[in-house]
C-alpha cells in the first residue's frame, strides 16, 4: 500500500521559511518521479515542483522559482521541499504525490500559511 506522510506545515511571516518533508513507503520510491503539488483556499490542486528518480533533474513552476527547492533522499525514502522567501500567496495545503493529476497517490498534507 503506498503511504505518503508530509509534515513541517506551519504559520510563517512573509519572508520566512520552512522545510516540508514527506516520508514514503509501499512502493519503490528510488524508481519514482516525485511531486509536490499545492492547493490553496478556493482554488484547484496545482503542481509545484517535481523530481527525477535519482534527483539528478528538478523542475519549479513559475512563482516560486529561485525561492523553493524540492530534493529527496532516496536511502531515507524521503522526499523535501525547502522554502524560502515565503509570500502569502504560498499559503495552501502542500502534498507530496507520484504525479501532477488528481488522481495521483497523495498524502493528507500539511498545511502552510503565511501571514503577518
Known amino acids: 500500500e503506498v503511504r505518503l506522510v508530509e509534515s513541517g506545515g506551519d504559520l510563517v511571516q512573509p519572508g520566512g521559511s520552512l522545510r516540508l518533508s514527506c516520508e514514503a513507503s509501499g512502493f519503490n520510491f528510488d524508481n519514482s518521479v516525485m511531486y509536490w503539488l499545492r492547493q490553496a483556499p478556493g482554488k484547484g490542486l496545482e503542481w509545484v515542483a517535481l523530481?527525477?528518480?535519482?534527483?539528478?533533474?528538478?523542475d519549479h513552476r513559475a512563482s516560486v522559482k529561485g525561492r523553493f527547492t524540492i530534493s529527496r533522499d532516496n536511502a531515507k525514502n524521503t522526499l523535501y521541499l525547502q522554502m524560502r522567501d515565503l509570500k502569502t500567496e504560498d499559503t495552501a495545503i502542500y502534498y507530496c504525490?507520484?504525479?501532477?493529476?488528481?488522481?495521483?497517490?497523495r498524502g493528507q498534507g500539511t498545511q502552510v500559511t503565511v501571514s503577518s
Open positions: 523530481i527525477s528518480e535519482r534527483g539528478h533533474s528538478t
Open positions: 504525490a507520484m504525479g501532477s493529476n488528481e488522481d495521483s497517490p
